[in-house]
């Protein structure tokens, strides 16, 4: 069966950097769009980045120039480097897989605080 594996959150203060990772099981990694979407608390989840099996890549607009996406096929991982964060990315992160952008993970929390 499908797992994605979250790992790397933690809290950091403003301006700092966390460097996030998702392990993928159970579905040809290669072939997938990944995905980064988060949820803050009473809010619903957004898309953060997507990196495609041609490793194109694409970013909300809040999160462009700081945040990059990237993928190893070898490993069956995908990472997230943040940099520059902001209060306002508080969150849980996920990774998801696919164009549905499907969720198998216990998510990962950011949490941004001075």
């Known amino acids: 069966q499908v797992q994605l594996v979250e790992s790397g959150g933690g809290l950091v203060q403003p301006g700092g950097s966390l460097r996030l990772s998702c392990a993928a099981s159970g579905f040809p990694f290669s072939t997938h769009k990944m995905s980064w979407v988060r949820q803050a608390l009473g809010k619903d989840v957004e898309w953060v980045s997507d990196?495609?099996?041609?490793?194109?890549?694409d970013y909300r607009d809040s999160v462009k120039g700081r945040f990059t996406i990237s993928r190893d096929n070898t490993q069956n991982m995908v990472y997230l480097q943040m940099n520059s964060l902001k209060p306002e990315d508080t969150a849980v992160y996920y990774c998801?897989?696919?164009?549905?952008?499907?969720?198998r993970g216990q998510g990962t929390q950011v949490t941004v605080s001075s």
């Open positions: 998801a897989y696919g164009e549905a952008r499907v969720l």
């Open positions: 990196i495609n099996s041609d490793d194109s890549t």
